[in-house]
C-alpha cells in the first residue's frame, strides 16, 4: 500500500516539475536544421563568405577592444620613465618584423630559381622531345588527389607526364582550357615501365591509390630483388622517359599467390611538394 | 475587448528586450575575448540564455539560441553551428527542468552554470582545436569566474525582468 502511495506521489511530482516543459519534438528541427549547415560548413565550406561579410562588420568591435587594449598600455607607460624606451623597442621589432618578411619572400625567390634551373636541366636531356613549363595553383584531395598546374594548354597532350625538382611525380588527368589536372604516379590503374638498377630486370610498377608507394606486378619469388635496390624508368612503351627514378624497394613480401612476390616500392619525389612542374614527353 | 491585442504586443516586447540582452552579452562576450586573448573565455552569451531559459522559458523559445549561436561562430570563425548546437541542447534542458532549477538556492543555481559552462568550453576547445599548455587552467579559471559571476547575471536580469517584463 506504501509502494504504491509512494508511487503516486513520485508521479504527482514528476507532473509537477515537467508541466509545461520544452518536448523533445520541439528541439528536433532545430538541431537538423543545424546539423545539415555544420555538414555543409565543414564539407564545402559554404560559411567562409558569410564569415567574412560578418567578420568585416564585427571589426569595429574587435578594434574597439584593441585600440582600447592599446590606449590603457599608453597612458600607463607614458607616466613611467621607460615610456621613451619601450615607443623604441617597439619600433624596431616593427622594423624586424618587415625584415623578415622580405628575408621571407627572397628565400621564396630563391626557392624558385632552384626550381627553375631544376627543370631547365631536365629539358637539357635526349629523353625529352618536348616540355612545357607550368606553376601550381590549387591541390585537391577529394575525390581523388589531384593538382592543378596553370600552364600553355595549347602545346600539351595528354600522354605527357609530369616532372617537378625531385622527379617524375604524375601523369595527366584533365586537360581544361588554360590549366591541367595532375593525377599521381600512386593513383590507381597507373602502370610504370621500370628498371631495376642492380639487375637490369625490367619490371612492370602500378598504383593501388595509397600514397607514395608503388607496387611491382607479377615478380616471381625467384627474382633478383632486395630491399634498398633503386627502380629507375625504363622508357619502355614511350610514354615516360628512359632513366628516371622512380623509388626504392621498401619492403618483399610472399603474394596470396605463392609463386610471386609483393614488392612495395616507395616513391622518391613527393607529389605536391614546389611550385613549378614540367610537363615533357620523350 | 482589446485584451488579446495587449497579450500580443506584450509578448513580442518580452521577445525582443530578451533579444536586446543576449546581444549585449554577445557584444561584451566578444569584446572581452578580444581583449584577453585566451583561448577559453567567459561566456556572457551563454549564461544570459541560461537566465532567460529558466526565468521565461515559455517566451524565449529556441530562435536566440540559433542565431547568437551563429553569431558566435562566426565572430570566432569556426565551423558554422559548433555553438548553435551546444546552445540547443543547454536551451532544451534548461527549459526541460526549469521548475526543478529555479527552486535551487543561488549557490546550487551557481554551482549547476558552472558545470553547464565547464562541459561547453571544453566541447569548444574540441571544435576549436586549440589545445594550448594552458588550457587546462584557464578552463579551470572561466569555470569558477562563472560560477562567481552567475549571481550578479542573476540578480541585474532579475531586475531588469522585474522592472520592464510583465510575463505572463
Redesign the interface.
Given at each position: 500500500m506504501f509502494q504504491k502511495e509512494h508511487k503516486q506521489t513520485s508521479i504527482a511530482s514528476n507532473a509537477i516539475f515537467t508541466t509545461g516543459s520544452m518536448r523533445v519534438s520541439k528541439l528536433l528541427p532545430s538541431v537538423f536544421i543545424t546539423l545539415i549547415v555544420l555538414a555543409l560548413d565543414y564539407n564545402f565550406s559554404i560559411g567562409k563568405e558569410i564569415k567574412s561579410t560578418f567578420l568585416n562588420t564585427f571589426s569595429p568591435l574587435t578594434n574597439i577592444s584593441q585600440s582600447s587594449k592599446k590606449l590603457s598600455k599608453e597612458v600607463s607607460l607614458f607616466f613611467t620613465s621607460q615610456y621613451k624606451l619601450v615607443s623604441d623597442l617597439e619600433k624596431k621589432n616593427k622594423e624586424i618584423e618587415l625584415l623578415n618578411f622580405e628575408l621571407l619572400k627572397l628565400e621564396q625567390l630563391t626557392k624558385e630559381n632552384e626550381e627553375l634551373l631544376a627543370l631547365m636541366n631536365y629539358t637539357k636531356s635526349n629523353e625529352i622531345s618536348e616540355s612545357v613549363i607550368g606553376e601550381i595553383i590549387d591541390v585537391s584531395y577529394f575525390p581523388k588527389e589531384l593538382i592543378g598546374i596553370n600552364t600553355n594548354t595549347e602545346e600539351i597532350s595528354e600522354n605527357m607526364v609530369a616532372l617537378s625538382m625531385n622527379g617524375l611525380i604524375g601523369t595527366i588527368d584533365k586537360i581544361f582550357p588554360g590549366y591541367v589536372k595532375i593525377s599521381p604516379l600512386y593513383a590507381k590503374e597507373v602502370n610504370i615501365p621500370g628498371l631495376i638498377q642492380r639487375t637490369n630486370q625490367n619490371i612492370i610498377l602500378e598504383g593501388k591509390g595509397e600514397q607514395n608507394k608503388l607496387y611491382i606486378k607479377n615478380l616471381k619469388n625467384n627474382s633478383n630483388i632486395k630491399i634498398k635496390d633503386k627502380i629507375f624508368t625504363s622508357g619502355l612503351g614511350g610514354k615516360y622517359p628512359k632513366g628516371f627514378m622512380i623509388g626504392i624497394v621498401e619492403k618483399i613480401s610472399i603474394n596470396d599467390d605463392a609463386s610471386l612476390l609483393k614488392v612495395e616500392v616507395s616513391l622518391t619525389s613527393n607529389f605536391n611538394v614546389g611550385t613549378k612542374i614540367l610537363l615533357i614527353q620523350p | 475587448m482589446t485584451e488579446y491585442l495587449d497579450k500580443r504586443n506584450n509578448f513580442i516586447s518580452v521577445y525582443f528586450f530578451i533579444g536586446i540582452t543576449i546581444f549585449f552579452a554577445f557584444?561584451l562576450e566578444?569584446?572581452?575575448s578580444?581583449?584577453f586573448e585566451l583561448s577559453v573565455y567567459l561566456p556572457l552569451t551563454l549564461m544570459v540564455l541560461i537566465y532567460w531559459n529558466m526565468a521565461l522559458?515559455?517566451n524565449i523559445g529556441?530562435i536566440w539560441?540559433?542565431i547568437f549561436?551563429?553569431?558566435l561562430?562566426?565572430?570566432q570563425?569556426i565551423?558554422?553551428?559548433?555553438h548553435?548546437?551546444l546552445f540547443?541542447?543547454i536551451s532544451?534542458f534548461i527549459?526541460?527542468?526549469?521548475?526543478?532549477l529555479r527552486a535551487l538556492y543561488t549557490i546550487q543555481q551557481s554551482l549547476f552554470v558552472a558545470i553547464i559552462v565547464l562541459i561547453y568550453q571544453i566541447f569548444l576547445i574540441f571544435f576549436l582545436s586549440e589545445f594550448s599548455d594552458t588550457v587546462t587552467i584557464e578552463l579551470v579559471l572561466m569555470t569558477v569566474m562563472a560560477a562567481l559571476i552567475w549571481p550578479i547575471i542573476f540578480g541585474i536580469l532579475r531586475q531588469l525582468r522585474i522592472k520592464f517584463v510583465q510575463s505572463n
Open positions: - | 557584444l566578444v569584446f572581452v578580444n581583449f522559458p515559455k529556441l539560441a540559433m549561436g551563429f553569431c561562430d562566426i565572430n570563425d565551423l558554422l553551428g559548433s548553435v548546437i540547443l541542447f532544451y527549459q526541460r527542468y526549469f521548475h526543478r
